[in-house]
């Protein structure tokens, strides 16, 4: 069963726009990931949030992390056309993950 | 270093054949794992591998079998293809093993169509 839901399914937006992406999940957590697939490519981590951190940083990334209403929110500052992907979240249990069904993320120049 | 491969890119079965997907790591890892991606479906776990030696079931198992050959290589087997199997496999491993820690680095997939 899927854990982790993305919201939305699909995003469109100008390059140099902000891109926020939601997800939200059902069962306790140790942690909660997000990754970004490229058209046709393997899944790469982005970044990892542990379950006592409620923001966290990385570049362009900031993530963010709400237990109690069990839900987490990916934003892209200032996006480029490279960014155009499907981004997953992940939740963790006890060595394995559960990914959600992503959101894809159109940046246009 | 190589990280995670798969092969082969690319299959197409008849219904009832066999084939097996192999995958390596370069990386050590003790964990490695078996994904499927279907569209709308987002990646399910088939089986994984905690360490060397072991093998658990994940969300969808059935028609799959696996092998830990040693560390680095972890083989998914079809023994009997449905057209229900086809689908993108992705492999994937992560160093750890008994934490809770668990950054995933992924293969870059094998395309299976079962006619």
């Known amino acids: 069963s899927q854990q982790g839901e993305e919201d939305p399914q699909a995003l469109s937006i100008q390059e140099g726009e902000n891109a926020t992406m939601n997800c939200s999940y059902k069962t306790s957590i140790n942690n909660l990931q997000w990754y970004r697939q490229n058209s046709g490519r393997g899944l790469v981590h982005l970044i990892l949030i542990r379950s006592n951190e409620r923001e966290k940083h990385s570049g362009r990334l900031r993530v963010t992390l709400d237990t109690s209403k069990k839900s987490s929110s990916l934003l892209i500052t200032a996006s480029r056309a490279a960014d155009t992907a499907s981004y997953f979240c992940a939740t963790n249990g006890f060595q394995k993950l559960v990914f959600g069904t992503g959101t894809r993320l159109l940046v246009s120049p | 270093n190589a990280g995670v491969t798969q092969t082969p890119k690319f299959q197409v079965l008849k219904t009832g054949q066999s084939m097996t997907l192999q995958c390596a790591q370069d990386m050590n890892h003790n964990s490695m794992y078996w994904y499927r991606q279907d569209p709308g479906m987002g990646l399910r776990l088939i089986y994984y591998?905690?360490?060397?030696?072991?093998?658990d079931k994940g969300e969808v198992p059935n028609g799959y079998n696996v092998s830990r050959l040693n560390k680095r290589e972890f083989s998914l087997r079809l023994e009997s293809a449905a057209p229900s199997q086809t689908s993108v496999y992705f492999c994937?491993?992560?160093?750890?093993?008994?934490?809770?820690?668990?950054?995933?680095?992924f293969g870059p997939g094998t395309r299976l169509t079962v006619l």
């Open positions: 994937a491993s992560s160093e750890a093993q008994h934490t809770y820690y668990n950054e995933q680095f």
């Open positions: 591998s905690a360490s060397e030696g072991t093998t």
